[in-house]
Every structure is written in C-alpha cells, then in structure tokens.
C-alpha cells in the first residue's frame, strides 16, 4: 500500500525564498564599493576612471546592478522616479542635497535608519553617513525618489 504524506503541519513551515527588492540589490551593490576612491565622471568598477565614483555615478552603478537604467547627473536623477517623503524611505532610495532652488548638487544612496552610501567628494571614497543626524545634510536636503523599476 503506498505511503500517503502527511499534511503539513505549523512546526514545519515550507521554506520560500524570496528575491531582494530592486532597491535593497542597489544599496546592497553600493555598499560593496565602501572604501573606492572619488573620481569626477566616474560611474564604472572597471571603466576608464579605474573603478572610481562620483554620487550621481555611484547611484547609476548601484541601479544598474538592479536592473535599472539611470542617467549620469544628478539633477536628472532628481527626476527619474516618484518621491518619497523622508519618512518613508527604504533601501535603495536615492536621498538628494543642496544647489538651493536649482537642480540638487549630491545624490545618496539610502541604506536604512537615515543612513545612506555616498561618493562625497574628491579626495574621498565612497563612505556610509547618518544624514538624518547630520546638521550639515539636513540643512541641505532636498528629498528623496524612487527610481522606477519598470
């Protein structure tokens, strides 16, 4: 007589695997380049600037791992997707700062609890920081988006 399965029970749950959302897989890709040098125009690990990132570079780079296409400027990227209030942002949001009433001048990659991946500035490399406990990016924060996954 063949065996009948047993239905399954509470203690032994089905394992499910689930993919990270595009935005954990862009800030997950950002936080792999910690420690790589600033360099203006950069926006490759392999191209001509030798593996270096400026911030708007950085957040094409970490997007792109997610299958998301994003131009190399920051006041561009300032566009390509919906906003997100600060209070609701997850992995992978691009937080923005500064250039007054024009386009914003830097770009973040937010990780989570306010604290974002970024290419600061030339001389630097790229370094995580707590922007929302920071007087200087409050001061300058100009919002965050979304990029568009479709």
Not at 28 to 38: E, N
Not at 67 to 73: C, D, E, F, P, W
Request: with cysteine; net charge positive; proline share 8%.
């Amino acid at each position: 007589m063949p065996r009948q399965r047993e239905p399954r029970s509470p203690e032994r749950p089905s394992t499910v695997r689930t993919l990270p959302s595009p935005g954990r897989t862009a800030a997950a890709a950002a936080l792999r380049r910690i420690g790589t040098p600033y360099v203006w125009g950069g926006g490759s690990s392999t191209g001509p600037t030798r593996g270096g990132f400026d911030c708007s570079g950085l957040a094409m780079y970490a997007w792109a791992k997610a299958g998301v296409k994003l131009t190399h400027y920051t006041g561009s990227q300032f566009r390509q997707g919906r906003r997100v209030s600060l209070s609701r942002l997850r992995p992978g949001d691009l937080v923005f700062f500064g250039g007054g009433t024009g386009d914003p001048t830097h770009v973040g990659i937010h990780v989570k609890n306010g604290v974002m991946v970024h290419a600061p500035k030339a001389g630097d490399v790229v370094r995580t920081v707590d922007f929302t406990g920071s007087s200087y990016y409050r001061a300058r924060y100009r919002g965050a988006v979304r990029p568009s996954t479709r």
